[in-house]
Each structure stands twice: as C-alpha cells, then as structure tokens.
C-alpha cells in the first residue's frame, strides 16, 4: 500500500514562494503516476501539477503554469515529490494534497480532474494572504 505524507503548507504574503513536499513509500513497481491537488473551501479538488514515473512526462493546470515546477527524487525505499510554487496568488489557497496511481495512461487523460488516483496523503494548508 503506497502511503504519501505532505509537508511544507504555510501562510504566505501574495507574490511570494513556497516549496512543498511529499514523501511516499510502498510503491512495488516503477510504473506509477504522482500528483500535486489542491482544494479550496467549498470547491472540488483539482489538479495543480503532474508527473509520469514512466517517461517523466510533467504536465500543468493552465491556472499555475508557469509559476509551478514539479520535481522528484528517490532513496531506495522512499521517493520525494516537491512542488515550487512562485508568484503565489489569494487563489492559490487551499489544502494541497499528493496522490498516487497505478493508472498513468487515465490519469493524464482526466487531468487536472483527480480521476484514477488511488492513494492521498493527508494534505498540507496553504494559505496566500496579506
């Protein structure tokens, strides 16, 4: 079972940065998806960013792109999803998640819907105020 835990989720002033991190373990095999979602009160979860383990494909909502990068890493047993947020906006807030999938080819299609992601850590708040 792959088990996500988040960290990094902050209050941060409009314009500024912040660099969120996941760490995810239990994976048994190579061929699986990460992602970074985010929902805001009284919205549905969306998709923030996206990247394919099996060619390292990344892939963008429209609403961050060009203000997002998603990166990882791996040890042996765990890896490491982050994503860098700059020039944040008010619209930015909400709990950020990382997610998980087995199903690639449907979670690619589907995004930024959270469609075919299995497994979600517990989620981080991120809140842009001043």
């Known amino acids: 079972q792959v088990q996500l835990v988040e960290s990094g989720g902050a209050l941060v002033q409009p314009g500024g940065s912040l660099k969120l991190a996941c760490a995810a373990s239990g994976f048994t095999s190579d061929h699986y998806a990460l992602g970074w979602f985010r929902q805001a009160p009284g919205k549905e979860r969306e998709g923030v960013a996206l990247v394919s383990n099996s060619d390292g494909s990344r892939h963008y909502a429209d609403s961050v792109q060009g203000r997002v990068t998603i990166s990882r890493d791996s040890t042996k047993n765990t890896v490491y999803l982050y994503l860098h947020m700059n020039g944040l906006k008010p619209e930015d807030t909400g709990i950020y998640y990382c997610?998980?999938?087995?199903?690639?080819?449907?979670?690619?299609?589907?995004?930024?819907?959270?469609?075919?992601?299995?497994?979600w850590g517990q989620g981080t708040q991120v809140t842009v105020s001043s």
């Open positions: 997610a998980a999938t087995a199903s690639i080819a449907r979670a690619v299609i589907e995004f930024p819907a959270p469609a075919g992601f299995t497994s």
